[in-house]
Nanobody, 128 residues
Framework: QVQLVESGGGLVQAGGSLRLSCTSSGRTFSAYYMGWFRQAPGKEREFVTAISRNGGTTYYADSVKGRFTISRDNAKNTVYLQMNSLKPEDTAVYYC?????????????????????WGQGTQVTVSS
């Protein structure tokens, strides 16, 4: 069983930065592909970014490309999301998620369904 705990959310002005962290309780963190998703009020959960098991491959939604950076430290069982140049439309609850090799990562990194484990979410609010 994998338990994920996010932290680092909060209130920030437009143009500001936040860094989210997601720590896993499992001992096999490096075996999982990791992703960040977000959900704004009244909207469906959407893909933000994902990272391969060794951190060598990353994917981003077009809406965050060039502003957000995902990284991971397998020794610390932690994945990070550095968010810069934040916009009011980035306001949402951010979730980290972990998945195994149930399907080809490169073909389905954006799909929430293969992600078997989810954190409780952390609120990010960007004021204009």
């Amino acid at each position: 069983q994998v338990q994920l705990v996010e932290s680092g959310g909060g209130l920030v002005q437009a143009g500001g930065s936040l860094r989210l962290s997601c720590t896993s309780s499992g001992r096999t963190f490096s075996a999982y592909y990791m992703g960040w998703f977000r959900q704004a009020p009244g909207k469906e959960r959407e893909f933000v970014t994902a990272i391969s098991r060794n951190g060598g491959t990353t994917y981003y939604a077009d809406s965050v490309k060039g502003r957000f950076t995902i990284s991971r430290d397998n020794a610390k069982n932690t994945v990070y999301l550095q968010m810069n140049s934040l916009k009011p439309e980035d306001t949402a609850v951010y979730y980290c998620a972990a998945r195994g090799t149930v399907s080809t990562f490169s073909a389905s990194y954006y799909d929430p369904r293969p992600y078997a484990y989810w954190g409780q979410g952390t609120q990010v609010t960007v004021s204009s």
